[in-house]
């Protein structure tokens, strides 16, 4: 009877490992840069979509694209659902410090973004130029957590 007991125990922790597991993507390991490269563009084009998304919304609510009161309130919404999803993805990935990654690079794109492009948004290219910007910050982002972690040792 023991044997049997120590069989069901054994085939008990072995589902709890595949259930541990599940979630998580077992492939060839990526070169870092390229996982960060990926992931702050596909959070560059969320942020673009997102704010196009708000102001589509305003239009069909207040008849123009000017959000108004509601504007602040969209944007921060915008920039944590884009760290969340940075976040999410980094960590998917097995990067190291993912929602510090994610929430400075998101924060460096938005200061650049804020500082020098705010009175060219609305023009074409800014599709293009987010993404890039958001792609060097994540990149960024990185060196900085990685300084900040030698510095903490």
Same mark, same amino acid.
């Given at each position: 009877?023991?044997? +049997?007991?120590? /069989?069901? &125990?054994?085939?008990?922790?072995? +589902?709890? /490992? +595949?259930?541990?597991?599940? !979630?998580?993507? +077992?492939?060839?390991?990526?070169?870092? @840069?390229?996982?960060?490269?990926?992931?702050?563009?596909?959070?560059?084009?969320?942020?673009?979509?997102? $704010?196009?998304?708000?102001? %589509?919304?305003?239009? %069909?609510?207040?008849?123009?694209? *000017?959000?108004?009161?509601?504007? &602040?309130?969209?944007?921060?919404?915008?920039? $944590?659902?884009?760290?969340?999803? !940075? !976040?999410?993805?980094?960590? %998917?990935?097995?990067?190291?410090?993912?929602?510090?990654?994610?929430?400075?690079? $998101?924060?460096?794109?938005?200061?650049? $973004?804020?500082?020098? =492009? #705010?009175?060219?948004?609305?023009?074409?290219?800014?599709?293009?130029?987010?993404? @890039?910007? #958001? #792609?060097? #910050?994540? =990149?960024?982002? *990185?060196?900085?957590?990685?300084? &900040?972690? %030698?510095?903490?040792?």
């Amino acid at each position: 009877m023991p044997a +049997d007991l120590e /069989a069901v &125990l054994e085939a008990a922790d072995e +589902d709890r /490992a +595949d259930e541990a597991d599940e !979630g998580r993507y +077992d492939g060839p390991p990526l070169p870092p @840069a390229l996982i960060l490269a990926v992931v702050g563009l596909l959070c560059g084009f969320a942020t673009v979509a997102l $704010v196009w998304l708000s102001e %589509r919304g305003c239009e %069909r609510v207040r008849d123009t694209s *000017n959000c108004g009161a509601l504007g &602040l309130p969209l944007l921060v919404l915008i920039v $944590v659902v884009t760290i969340v999803l !940075g !976040g999410l993805a980094l960590s %998917r990935l097995a990067m190291p410090h993912p929602r510090l990654v994610a929430f400075l690079g $998101v924060a460096f794109m938005l200061v650049v $973004v804020l500082a020098f =492009l #705010t009175e060219h948004l609305s023009s074409p290219w800014a599709l293009a130029v987010v993404p @890039a910007l #958001t #792609t060097i #910050t994540f =990149l960024v982002a *990185n060196l900085v957590a990685r300084l &900040l972690e %030698r510095a903490d040792a």
